[in-house]
């Protein structure tokens, strides 16, 4: 079993649909929980960060952790044919920092 | 502002050959990482530098060898490339070890023929 589960896609969606990405996770030491998002041919940028459980929202953007179910998403509202990128979770603790593989998101005009 | 900086943005290597990726941060970050990214299987830690003067094996670190040369700076070195090192490298750099914001830098795409 991978540290990291996350579902590749791709996920494809008209504009201003909401986009939901989730990850699993099974070392239950991890404290932090990321979302990068990867345009094609650059390097990852952290979109959002959350610490334990709970949620936390930035604009259009929301993250949700529950530690219970080691389960982790993040949801796009209005999502925007510029949101149309690669989105990796990922989540540290214990001295310890792992990726989600990405799933590939595209938004249609 | 730079953020972090890597140099060359492609390459292509005959088994066996050598090179060095660089990698420079601007920053004054105290942390810096090595990343490999492959299709499904995510970002995988190569090395990392907790400080100037330290580095450690991350989780995939068999046929690469590092330099934390200063603060700034963080090379990568294939000593005998493999096709099995093609792939995306990625420098990040952080405030502490283990933190939860990497900066990543642009990436460099290496083929190894």
């Known amino acids: 079993q991978k540290e990291v589960e996350q579902d590749p896609g791709p996920l494809s969606v008209p504009e201003g649909a909401i986009v939901s990405l989730n990850c699993t996770y099974s070392?239950?030491?991890?404290?932090?929980f990321m979302w990068y998002r990867q345009y094609s041919r650059k390097g990852p940028e952290l979109l959002m960060y959350?610490?334990?459980?709970g949620n936390k929202e930035d604009g259009r953007f929301t993250a949700q952790v529950d530690k219970s179910s080691k389960y982790i998403s993040l949801f796009i509202r209005d999502s925007q044919p510029s949101d149309s990128a690669t989105y990796l979770c990922a989540m540290s603790g214990d001295n310890d920092m792992r990726f989600g593989a990405g799933t590939r998101l595209t938004v249609k005009p | 502002n730079a953020g972090v900086t890597q140099t060359p943005k492609f390459q292509v290597l005959k088994t066996g050959q050598s090179m060095t990726l660089q990698c420079a941060q601007d920053m004054n970050h105290n942390s810096m990482y090595w990343y490999r990214q492959d299709p499904g299987m995510g970002l995988r830690l190569i090395y990392y530098?907790?400080?100037?003067?330290?580095?450690d094996k991350g989780e995939v670190p068999n046929g690469y060898n590092v330099s934390r040369l200063n603060k700034r700076e963080f090379s990568l070195r294939l000593e005998s490339a493999a096709p099995s090192q093609t792939s995306v490298y990625f420098c990040?750099?952080?405030?502490?070890?283990?933190?939860?914001?990497?900066?990543f830098g642009a990436g460099s795409r290496l083929t190894v023929l």
């Open positions: 070392n239950s030491a991890f404290q932090y």
């Open positions: 959350t610490y334990s459980s």
């Open positions: 530098s907790a400080s100037e003067g330290t580095t």
């Open positions: 990040a750099s952080s405030t502490v070890p283990g933190a939860n914001v990497l900066t």
